[in-house]
């Protein structure tokens, strides 16, 4: 069974904090994706890694995928309380459209 | 104009019944999915259909039956109602293409059984 785990489960800081999200899996993905889901809604994608080692970076928010394509980091810097949401990777099983998504973390950032 | 579009946002029924939940996207994708979302916010997938035949079945109960009627539609139908079926439901649609397409996904149905 292919099995996405984040950590931190929970996050809470100050604004102006910086903060990294991990994403482990002992499978192997052709590609990870990171959403964010806001209360009442779904979620939003932010971006997606396709090649092993691979770093993108989306303003402040810093992704990257593991050489071995089976994790992932996301790094925020100077976080801001319009972070605050459920953070959500997501991956795709290879030769399929089928995301296993990881078990999320939340994240407040508090002003 | 809404890209995803579900309903009813919420659902409220008694243990026992019938209920469905509809699903339109008007983003001219091709593949259709339903997630189940339970309370620790663990988001898995139930189904998926590419242009209107199913694909993916991740045994779900067969209480639960999706209807694909076009491919901009995608409903699921749910039998005889549980307590453990209280969650949220997302739709989702994907275009068709390579590796890492994006899902857009839909408000999501908060179903309560009581």
């Known amino acids: 069974t292919q099995l996405l785990e984040q950590s931190p489960q929970f996050l809470s800081i100050q604004e102006g904090e910086n903060l990294t999200v991990y994403c482990n899996s002992s499978?192997?993905?052709?590609?990870l994706q990171w959403y964010r889901q806001e209360p009442g809604e779904g979620p939003v994608l932010l971006v997606t890694?396709?090649?092993?080692?691979e770093v993108k970076k989306l303003k402040r928010l810093t992704f990257q995928f593991g050489d071995a394509r089976k994790d992932s980091s996301l790094h925020i810097t100077a976080a801001q309380p319009g972070d605050t949401g459920l953070y959500l990777c997501a991956g795709e099983v290879r030769g399929t459209d089928k995301l296993i998504f990881g078990t999320g973390t939340r994240l407040q950032v508090f002003p | 104009d809404t890209a995803v579009s579900q309903t009813p946002k919420y659902l409220v029924t008694q243990m026992g019944n019938d209920k469905s939940i509809k699903c339109e996207q008007n983003l001219g994708h091709d593949t259709m999915y339903w997630y189940k979302q339970d309370s620790k916010k663990f988001l898995k997938i139930m189904f998926s259909?590419?242009?209107?035949?199913?694909?993916i079945n991740e045994t779900v109960p067969n209480r639960f039956s999706p209807k694909s009627p076009d491919k901009a539609h995608l409903n699921l139908h749910i039998n005889s109602l549980e307590l453990g079926d209280s969650a949220v439901y997302f739709c989702a649609s994907s275009p068709p293409g390579l590796a890492g397409e994006e899902q857009f996904f839909g408000p999501g149905t908060r179903l309560t059984v009581l």
């Open positions: 499978s192997v993905f052709s590609s």
């Open positions: 259909y590419n242009n209107k035949e199913l694909i």
């Open positions: 890694v396709v090649t092993g080692g």
